[in-house]
């Protein structure tokens, strides 16, 4: 069983930072990539950046400048570091990861269930 637990959500004011974090435990063999999403209330859920294990990087044009995502390989865990937050990054942040959870396996997409970030105006 593979479980992604994030933290580091909460309540700031805009202009505020916050950093999540998100680790991923159980039978994994590798990570490809790792990310974050959101979904905004009646949108679909959206890419806001994803890191390779290699370390490219891709951001949301609404975030790019704002938010940076890091990865510690060694610990199977992704960061977003949020800054200039703004009122609409107000919703549930979910973290993403592409893994195998064995070298005979397929990649398999796995999700986190989710953690709250609200902005303040």
């Known amino acids: 069983q593979v479980q992604l637990v994030e933290s580091g959500g909460g309540l700031v004011q805009a202009g505020g930072s916050l950093r999540l974090s998100c680790a991923a435990s159980?039978?994994?063999?590798?990570?490809?990539?790792m990310g974050w999403y959101r979904q905004l209330p009646g949108k679909q859920r959206e890419l806001v950046a994803t890191?390779?294990?290699?370390?490219?990087?891709n951001y949301a044009d609404s975030v790019k400048g704002r938010f940076t995502i890091s990865r510690d390989n060694a610990k199977n865990t992704v960061y977003l570091q949020m800054n200039s937050l703004k009122p609409e990054d107000t919703t549930i942040y979910y973290c993403?990861?592409?893994?195998?959870?064995?070298?005979?396996?397929?990649?398999?997409?796995?999700w986190g269930q989710g953690t709250q970030v609200t902005v303040s105006s």
């Open positions: 159980g039978r994994i063999f590798s990570i490809d990539v």
């Open positions: 993403n990861a592409v893994l195998r959870r064995d070298y005979r396996n397929g990649p398999t997409n796995y």
């Open positions: 890191i390779t294990s290699g370390g490219n990087t």
